[in-house]
């Protein structure tokens, strides 16, 4: 499936090899964003500015390599509160959104 293939190196030439195994679509991005802002924002904030969890905002992620976010979010933080989310969020879908919170998207949220 050529369409397939292109979105695949569309993604692993955006973001690294990790983004390339499954780029969320429209629907799941939507679904993403809603879990972002509802579950993550539990801890974090509902505009990501920190609360038990810190703040996710693009000043704090500019500097952090994505592979280490992403694992972070894959794995959690063994001995913190931050929960692995692996069961319910692939790795590519983590890298997304990681370049999501780096472009910041708590100020109209
Ligand atoms: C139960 C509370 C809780 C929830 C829910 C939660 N986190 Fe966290 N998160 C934390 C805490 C606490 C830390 C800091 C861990 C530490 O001390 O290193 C953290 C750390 C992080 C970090 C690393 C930040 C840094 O500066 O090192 C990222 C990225 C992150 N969380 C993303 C997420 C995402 C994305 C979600 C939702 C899918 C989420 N978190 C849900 C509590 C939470």
Redesign the pocket.
């Known amino acids: 499936m050529p369409k397939c293939l292109i979105a695949l190196l569309f993604a692993a030439s955006a973001s690294g090899a990790l983004a390339a195994e499954s780029a969320p679509g429209p629907d799941r991005q939507a679904e993403l964003l809603h879990?972002?802002k509802h579950?993550?924002g539990?801890?974090?904030g509902m505009t990501f500015k920190g609360g038990?969890?810190?703040a996710?905002l693009p000043a704090?992620?500019a500097e952090?390599p994505d592979d280490?976010?992403v694992e972070?979010?894959l794995d959690?933080?063994p001995g913190?509160?931050?929960?692995p989310?692996r069961f319910e969020?692939r790795p590519g879908e983590?890298a997304w959104?990681?370049r999501q919170?780096k472009k910041g998207l708590g100020d109209d949220r």
């Open positions: 879990r972002l579950d993550c539990s801890c974090h038990l969890g810190p996710l704090q992620l952090r280490e976010l972070v979010i959690g933080r913190t509160p931050m929960p989310w969020i983590a959104l990681v919170l």
